[in-house]
């Protein structure tokens, strides 16, 4: 979202640039450093100045994983995740989580490393949060490979006796398998027989039935989504898709019935750039209301 008083938004930019000199230079602390970074991010957040939250968090994103390449630690690496992270929530609220897609694919060799090192706290924050990033923009493949990384953690945390993370959130392997389930059901394959083996195995075989069968009620009482959506042929143009939708909505998003011209532009492009036949949930849920 974008801040309507041209002479704040001129203010938190400036800030935002005071920011970047500050973060790079020898002079201060890093705890110093960590004070103005949440104080500025907090700003943002309270202002809804997202579109100054991505352009900070892009360039900070950079700096990190620059220096990650340069030379490969675990701290290192956890910085870029959270990094990552915080342009996965500016992208969130200005309603197009999809263009994260590119930085969490360069983040892949950060994620290795901290597994790798046993790092599964870290793994497990930053892959649930990914997860719930993929599945908001509909990219269901990407969401549950991130959800079933998010269970490994749990499960290498519980291995270690760990129950409660620092934060106080409670390890519980339910949750995991909820969202890798929620996430299988959108693809093509669903729940493959493999798939089931593993989590009834990690959660026993009636407490699995039990989640499964949740899962799939909340799966029944969404609207239906048009199948041409879970095809090799539509999820190889997804990002390009979201891209050429965003610019023919001239980067307009969130507002009342935003999703009716959303569908119309989609529906449009996906006939006339790739000759996909598509259909809305608006007209394959007809008895539902969407705003």
């Keep these: 979202m974008f801040i309507k008083d041209e002479v704040k938004h001129q203010e938190l930019k400036a800030k935002g640039q005071e920011l970047e000199h500050l973060l790079q230079s020898t002079e201060h602390s890093e705890q110093d450093k960590q004070q103005k970074l949440m104080e500025y991010l907090n700003l943002l957040y309270a202002e809804r100045a997202s579109d ?7 360039r900070m994103l950079e700096r990190v ?5 340069a030379h490969p630690t675990a701290d290192l690496a956890v910085d870029q995740l959270y990094t990552c992270l915080l342009l996965q929530q500016f992208h969130s609220m200005q309603f197009d989580a999809w263009r994260s897609h590119p930085a969490i694919e360069n983040c892949r060799r950060a994620l290795n490393m901290l597994e790798a090192e046993a790092r599964w706290s870290d793994c497990l924050r930053y892959c649930q949060d990914t997860a719930n ?16 990384h ?12 760990v129950k409660v993370l620092e934060n106080g959130e409670l390890l519980d392997m339910e949750d995991t398998v909820f969202s890798i389930l929620t996430c299988a059901l959108n693809t093509a394959d669903g729940v493959t ?16 039935a039990e989640v499964l069968s949740e899962v799939q009620e909340a799966k029944d009482e969404e609207p239906v989504c048009d199948p041409v959506e ?14 050429k939708i965003d610019d023919a909505l001239e980067h307009e998003r969130g507002y009342y019935d935003y999703c009716k011209e ?30």
Excluded: C
């Design 65 to 69: 994983a620059a220096a990650f390449e």
């Design 230 to 243: 879970l095809t090799p042929e539509y999820l190889a143009i997804r990002y390009e898709l979201e891209e």
């Design 52 to 58: 100054l939250g991505v352009i900070f968090t892009e």
């Design 193 to 208: 027989e493999e798939l089931a083996k593993e989590l009834q195995e990690d959660l026993g075989t009636e407490h699995y």
């Design 150 to 161: 998010a269970h490994k953690s749990v499960k290498e945390l519980l291995k270690k006796d």
């Design 262 to 291: 959303y569908w119309m532009a989609k529906r449009m492009i996906l006939r006339s750039d790739y000759g996909i036949r598509w259909k809305s949930p608006a007209a394959l849920n007809p008895n539902e209301e969407f705003h």
């Design 133 to 148: 990033t993929y599945a908001e923009a509909h990219f269901w493949p990407e969401a549950l490979d991130y959800a079933r």
